[in-house]
């Protein structure tokens, strides 16, 4: 109500900008939000496809390590007396990887092979990745698992997939050292990496991307949109103030000042027609809700002129008979009067005396 009431106070221009405005200002802050969440949840869907993509091309890389390269070098060297580190997947994961990174593309994203019980030191779990080892060994269904955290300040993007021992042959190394071949365990010692199972949850693949970047192209992306929305609602709000006061109120104009002449008490026909032939007639030609009040306007116009003509003759012939009863007013008073009473009597004695000579 109290709204209402302020808006009342400006001009229907004003009211109109100020109404759009603030139809603006809630359309930019509700779609903003909207915007602004959809951009993160497509961030995030980039990044997660980033991650999957890195994770299987790291995978194809332990899986033909372990199924074709392995074997072809066993072959012709004895793992007992040669370690040879491009026989073992992770290994030729990592160096696949940090080739991979070369590509711009691909040049922030961070791989780590987070396992509790690493052979590697560098591979070991920290406490976030040793919670999500614990939730891929508590559902195994579960193939993958992404989300963002952070770390030294930073905010990252992660996607994990569990690292699961699914061969046999991995038991050879990893089984306990009595087992492991000798070059193994001159290289890793008789402490770590061993006490795999089969089918055993040992760790996670793991791929960290740094998400402020991505963020920051959403945030630029929304920034872009909301200049563009800014730029077309202030192109609009000219637009719809240049066509109502070219198409509403100026047609008005006429009309409200035809009113207020209208409502003086004194008022002649000719201004009443001076102000019809300014605007009014133009008004009443046009086909649209302007038009037909032009027309009602023009009609009362019509007929406040044709009631004043008839007036002004009815207030003339008042005006004579006015005077005429006047007249026979005032004769009638004079005849009235005592010295007109005496002069007609005066007369009538010398008619009596003179008007009849034979007496």
Same mark, same amino acid.
């Given at each position: 109500m109290e709204f209402a009431k302020m808006l009342g106070r400006f001009k229907l221009a004003s009211q109109f900008t100020l109404l759009l405005t603030l139809i603006f200002i809630a359309g930019i802050g509700l779609g903003g939000f909207a915007l602004s969440k959809a951009l993160e949840q497509k961030a995030l869907g980039e990044m997660n496809a980033r991650g999957q993509m890195a994770i299987q091309i790291v995978n194809s890389v332990r899986s033909y390590t372990s199924n074709d390269i392995a074997p072809l070098i066993t072959q012709i060297t004895?793992?007992?007396?040669?370690?040879?580190?491009?026989?073992?997947?992770?290994?030729?994961?990592k160096r696949v990887f940090d080739n991979l990174k070369a590509d711009w593309q691909y040049k922030d994203l961070i791989y780590k092979q987070a396992t509790l019980n690493p052979t590697n030191l560098n591979d070991q779990a920290d406490r976030f990745e040793a919670k999500l080892i614990e939730r891929f060994e508590s559902d195994r269904t579960l193939k993958s698992l992404s989300d963002l955290r952070s770390q030294a300040g930073e905010q990252l993007f992660y996607t994990a997939q569990p690292l699961v021992v699914n061969s046999s042959s991995c038991l050879?190394?990893?089984g306990s050292p009595e087992q492991a071949p000798k070059s193994h365990v001159e290289r890793y010692g008789t402490q770590n990496g061993y006490g795999w199972k089969l089918n055993q949850i040992i760790g996670t693949q793991i791929i960290y991307i740094p998400a402020s970047e991505v963020?920051?192209?959403?945030?630029?992306?929304?920034?872009?949109?909301?200049?563009?929305?800014?730029?077309?609602?202030?192109?609009?709000?000219?637009?719809?103030?240049?066509?109502?006061?070219?198409?509403?109120?100026?047609?008005?104009?006429?009309?409200?000042?035809l009113a207020q002449t209208i409502s003086r008490e004194t008022v002649s026909a000719s201004e009443v027609?001076?102000?019809?032939?300014?605007?009014?007639?133009?008004?009443?030609?046009?086909?649209?809700?302007?038009?037909?009040?032009?027309?009602?306007?023009?009609?009362?116009?019509?007929?406040?002129?044709?009631? $004043?003509?008839?007036?002004?003759?009815?207030?003339? +012939?008042?005006?004579? /008979? %006015?005077? !005429?009863?006047?007249?026979?007013?005032?004769?009638?008073?004079?005849? $009235?009067?005592?010295?007109f009473q005496k002069l007609q +009597?005066?007369?009538? /004695? %010398?008619? !009596?005396?003179?008007?009849?000579?034979e007496e």
């Open positions: 004895d793992p007992q007396n040669e370690f040879i580190p491009e026989t073992v997947p992770s290994i030729a994961a050879k190394c990893h963020f920051g192209n959403a945030r630029n992306a929304l920034f872009l949109f909301i200049s563009i929305f800014i730029g077309i609602f202030a192109l609009v709000l000219v637009s719809i103030n240049y066509l109502l006061k070219w198409r509403v109120i100026q047609p008005l104009k006429p009309m409200a000042q027609r001076d102000l019809e032939r300014q605007g009014l007639t133009e008004i009443a030609q046009r086909t649209d809700e302007l038009g037909q009040l032009g027309r009602v306007f023009q009609k009362m116009v019509r007929e406040v002129s044709d009631r $004043e003509q008839q007036l002004s003759a009815q207030l003339q +012939q008042l005006r004579v /008979e %006015i005077d !005429n009863t006047k007249r026979i007013n005032e004769v009638q008073e004079i005849a $009235e009067s005592d010295y +009597q005066t007369a009538k /004695e %010398i008619r !009596n005396q003179y008007g009849n000579p």
